[in-house]
């Protein structure tokens, strides 16, 4: 599995951007996708997560009501879309994917097997 996201960049504080994170593969439908960042001088953090068949949804608590995770399993692409955007919000943003089919939604880095490059976004107050 490969995964690319786009879609970050430079915005201002209140605005708006949609990532993408492409995936290479058949496998894609039957995988829990997520996405997590890393804000500069801190750990890799969990953002949210979004179940193969994209009825269950899971936010950390700091973007949920901000952000919507969302995906396309014809296109093999998965989405966040983040308003009201926060200079907090800053980080290189990775999507993941798990080496397992049909499970539960998870959101622990661990339980992630494949990893895009990661898409910076900035937020400027």
């Known amino acids: 599995v490969q995964l690319v996201e786009s879609g970050g960049g430079l915005v201002q504080a209140g605005g708006s951007l949609r990532l993408s994170c492409a995936a290479s593969?058949?496998?894609?439908?039957?995988?829990?996708m997520g996405w997590f960042r890393q804000a500069p001088g801190k750990e890799r953090e969990f953002v949210a997560a979004i179940s193969w068949s994209a009825d269950i949804t899971s936010y950390t608590d700091s973007v949920r009501g901000r952000f919507t995770i969302s995906r396309d399993n014809a296109k093999n692409t998965m989405y966040l879309q983040m308003n009201s955007l926060k200079p907090e919000d800053t980080a290189v943003y990775y999507c993941?994917?798990?080496?397992?089919?049909?499970?539960?939604?998870?959101?622990?880095?661990?339980?992630?097997?494949?990893w895009g490059q990661g898409t910076l976004v900035t937020v400027s107050s």
């Open positions: 993941a994917a798990p080496n397992t089919y049909y499970s539960s939604i998870y959101t622990r880095e661990r339980q992630y097997e494949y």
């Open positions: 593969g058949r496998t894609f439908s039957r995988q829990v």
